[in-house]
């Protein structure tokens, strides 16, 4: 019903910057909270950003003041502007969105994710 296609992942070296995209696509009422995940080798994923679609956003600890999230509303699209990057970001950044959508009459809720995209930061 609903895909999150994420793109801008690479290679980059240590200070450098990345842009990740993520476009939600599909039967769309609207797109609530969206926001980006990670999970690097042999660790759990963790929250690193979310934006509500007001603009309200938040962030991980150790991510403040390199990365910046934003959002497109008309495009239902999430960015994550990555700064400084550091070989600690290296991992499976994934897009998360939860989702209203229409559902006969009516609507439903549900959280999707993204395929993941592979950020590597060398030192």
């Known amino acids: 019903q609903v895909q999150l296609v994420e793109s801008g992942g690479g290679l980059v070296q240590s200070g450098g910057s990345l842009r990740l995209s993520c476009v939600a696509s599909?039967?769309?009422?609207?797109?609530?909270?969206m926001g980006w995940y990670r999970q690097a080798p042999g660790k759990q994923r963790e929250l690193v950003a979310t934006i509500t679609r007001a603009g309200v956003s938040n962030y991980a600890d150790s991510v403040k003041g390199r990365f910046t999230i934003s959002r497109d509303n008309p495009k239902n699209t999430v960015y994550l502007e990555m700064n400084s990057l550091k070989p600690e970001d290296t991992a499976v950044y994934y897009c998360?969105?939860?989702?209203?959508?229409?559902?006969?009459?009516?609507?439903?809720?549900?959280?999707?994710w993204g395929q993941g995209t592979q950020v590597t930061v060398s030192s």
């Open positions: 998360n969105a939860g989702v209203t959508t229409h559902r006969g009459l009516g609507t439903a809720y549900g959280d999707y």
């Open positions: 599909g039967n769309i009422f609207v797109v609530n909270t």
